[in-house]
């Protein structure tokens, strides 16, 4: 037989086979290294049994309370949030569901950045002179739809990532709702922005919204797909070149072939909406198979 290192920890604590125990003695008693090495092993089993023993028998309620704790959340009462639909569920009750844990689940600083900068992007456009202020939030909004993308989809963000990846949710539905979740709220936030915009004679709803809409595309879909199949940090990072970029072609600081090159990036047009869209879906097909250790690993399975 040869030196049994792995089995002496078992043997030790008295929980091997008793077939294979027997052979383990008998090599013991033959062998010098072994039996020290199994010396230390019952000093670590008398040592964990002396402090086991001084700690005292939970009470048998204490597994009840656990379980309760880990209930669906009740108003106001602590707990786990309930992630996934039953089994067997209606699909549009499933879905509502999941979209709704993404709410308890992105990180808080995405929402309060996102408001934050929104807000006084808002207010920066509402003061400025007739015809600024579209310019004004073709440069906010895609920049808070970027931060707020990569902030609450990019790989290794989600603080409850194990919850995640025990759920009986699919990666792609926890992708897909935790982006519709971040753009739907961002975008029904710049559109009450642009109509209060409209409603202090800012702008025309139809100028206000084509000035951020494609842009906001563009930049969420770089950041997503980058954050998702990299890490945020160069989604973010990508997405602050473009923006930097539009910042100086609009102060003409750049020459005319970059400025014709950025340019068509800050329009809303049918082929921009078209490439930000399946880039999106691109990288929500392409994430269930990467490798373990990548992107996925903030989702789930």
């Known amino acids: 037989m040869t030196h049994p290192s792995?089995?002496?920890?078992e043997f030790a604590a008295g929980t091997l086979p008793d077939d294979r125990a027997g052979r383990v003695a008998r090599h013991v008693a033959d062998c010098p290294g072994c039996a020290a090495e199994l010396t230390g092993w019952h000093q670590v089993a008398g040592a964990v049994g002396d402090r086991v023993a001084a700690v005292a028998v939970p009470s048998p309620g204490l597994l009840a309370g656990v379980l309760s704790r880990l209930a669906?959340?009740?108003?106001?009462?602590?707990?786990?949030?309930?992630?996934?639909?039953?089994?067997?569920?209606?699909?549009?009750?499933?879905?509502?569901?999941?979209?709704?844990?993404?709410?308890?689940?992105?990180?808080?600083?995405?929402?309060?950045?996102?408001?934050?900068?929104?807000?006084?992007?808002?207010?920066?456009a509402g003061w400025a002179p007739p015809g600024?202020?579209?310019?004004?939030?073709?440069?906010?909004?895609?920049?808070?739809?970027?931060?707020?993308?990569?902030?609450?989809?990019?790989?290794?963000?989600?603080e409850a990532g194990e919850l995640v990846a025990a759920s009986l949710t699919g990666v792609r539905a926890v992708l897909l709702a935790r982006l519709t979740l971040v753009l739907g709220a961002i975008f029904g936030a710049a559109s009450v922005a642009s109509l209060g915009l409209v409603w202090f004679d800012a702008g025309t709803p139809l100028v206000l919204f084509a000035a951020w809409l494609g842009p906001m595309a563009l930049l969420s879909a770089v950041s997503f797909a980058l954050s998702v199949l990299w890490r945020p940090a160069v989604g973010i990072g990508v997405a602050m070149v473009?923006?930097?970029?539009?910042?100086?072609?609009?102060?003409?600081?750049?020459?005319?072939?970059?400025?014709?090159?950025?340019?068509?990036?800050?329009?809303?047009?049918?082929?921009?909406?078209?490439?930000?869209?399946?880039?999106?879906?691109?990288?929500?097909?392409?994430?269930?198979h990467l490798p373990a250790g990548l992107g996925r690993r903030a989702y789930g399975r």
């Open 132 to 158: 600024i202020s579209e310019q004004v939030l073709a440069i906010v909004v895609p920049l808070v739809a970027a931060l707020g993308v990569a902030g609450a989809c990019g790989s290794g963000t989600d």
């Open 72 to 124: 669906p959340h009740r108003a106001g009462a602590p707990g786990v949030p309930r992630y996934a639909a039953p089994l067997g569920g209606a699909a549009t009750r499933r879905a509502v569901r999941i979209l709704a844990a993404q709410r308890r689940l992105v990180d808080r600083r995405v929402w309060l950045v996102a408001a934050v900068v929104l807000a006084v992007g808002t207010a920066v």
């Open 242 to 288: 473009l923006w930097v970029l539009r910042l100086l072609a609009g102060a003409n600081a750049l020459d005319g072939t970059v400025d014709g090159l950025v340019e068509p990036l800050w329009r809303t047009s049918a082929p921009l909406l078209l490439v930000a869209a399946l880039l999106m879906a691109g990288t929500v097909v392409l994430l269930p």
């Open 6 to 9: 792995h089995l002496l920890a």
